[in-house]
């Protein structure tokens, strides 16, 4: 929301803001575009950082503000805070047309610059998975990790935001667990960091044998290590989007900004880790053990060797 608190600061003083649309860039921005850096960050040197160079920027001729150089479209203008125009309902990353009809702010055109024949570079909102959540779960899960470890909470050994979720509405935490309470303490904690804040329906947290990443062995401990009587916790009144079609008003009548989520405890209960029934599967490395008797049919990293699985099914 960074832009819109820029744009209000010179709404407020009566002035129209200026601003400068970039098309056809480097797809690293496409990136940081859609993801939450910290409120000051310089995202062009945040991108610089990723890709290990710095990213060559220019000024606009009318606005003065910084492009991508490598740009195929830039788009100058003012938006004024007296003009607005009914747009909607857009195909959104929920996977829904769930923003309806508003009057939203307009951009008054002053100046065009642009490359012959340009490459427009495209993310198509749809039902997920698709194209954002692709880049959005990696990067989400990436700052959710980040951001536990930042709030103190200890243990977490991994992150997933799904793709089923559009990379918000559904975030898996491993963790190493450490003491009573610890997995309550992560799964409230990852509804309360600013990368689990928004928009989130579901926070699950599991062992650390479990892969957040893998859907039926998150599924799995849900099953098999929640009580659904005493692990699941419902959050009221919490930070959300009209993109979102199960949000609601706080007094029923307003835009919807609300919704209820869940936390659930997916992990071995604390006081029976040494009780609880072991999983039938080998460790790893009884599995590299194994592969070892057999070096004819296995690769060093543990992969079958190209036309030995021909051979077995034969």
Request: hydrophobic letters at 40%; glycine letters at 10%.
């Amino acid at each position: 929301k960074h832009g819109r608190i820029i744009r209000e600061k010179y709404w407020d003083r009566g002035e129209s803001c200026p601003v400068a649309g970039s098309l056809g860039h480097d797809p690293l921005l496409l990136l940081m575009g859609g993801l939450e850096i910290d409120f000051g960050q310089d995202e062009f040197a945040v991108a610089g950082g990723i890709r290990g160079e710095a990213l060559d920027v220019i000024a606009a001729p009318v606005t003065g503000l910084p492009v991508p150089a490598s740009a195929e479209l830039v788009i100058e203008g003012m938006i004024p805070p007296d003009q607005f125009h009914n747009e909607g309902p857009f195909g959104e990353w929920t996977g829904y047309y769930a923003s309806g009809e508003r009057d939203m702010p307009v951009i008054n055109v002053t100046n065009v610059i642009w490359r012959n024949d340009p490459i427009v570079l495209a993310c198509l909102p749809g039902m997920p998975p698709n194209d954002n959540t692709y880049f959005r779960s990696p990067l989400r899960a990436a700052m959710l990790w980040d951001e536990l470890e930042k709030a103190g909470v200890p243990g977490v050994t991994g992150a997933w935001s799904h793709e089923a979720g559009g990379g918000r509405f559904f975030n898996v935490i491993s963790i190493k667990q450490m003491y009573p309470g610890h997995a309550k303490q992560v799964g409230h904690a990852t509804t309360s960091i600013h990368a689990g804040a928004y928009a989130n329906r579901y926070v699950v947290v599991v062992d650390d044998d479990i892969d957040p990443t893998d859907t039926n062995e998150v599924l799995w401990a849900m099953c098999t290590r929640t009580d659904v009587a005493e692990d699941v916790d419902i959050l009221k009144r919490m930070w959300s989007t009209s993109l979102d079609p199960m949000a609601y008003a706080g007094d029923g009548n307003g835009a919807r900004y609300y919704n209820n989520r869940m936390i659930i405890d997916a992990c071995r209960p604390y006081d029976r880790l040494d009780s609880f029934p072991p999983v039938v599967r080998k460790t790893q490395e009884e599995a590299q053990a194994m592969r070892a008797q057999w070096p004819e049919l296995f690769t060093p990293d543990g992969k079958v060797r190209k036309g030995v699985d021909k051979v077995v099914r034969r």
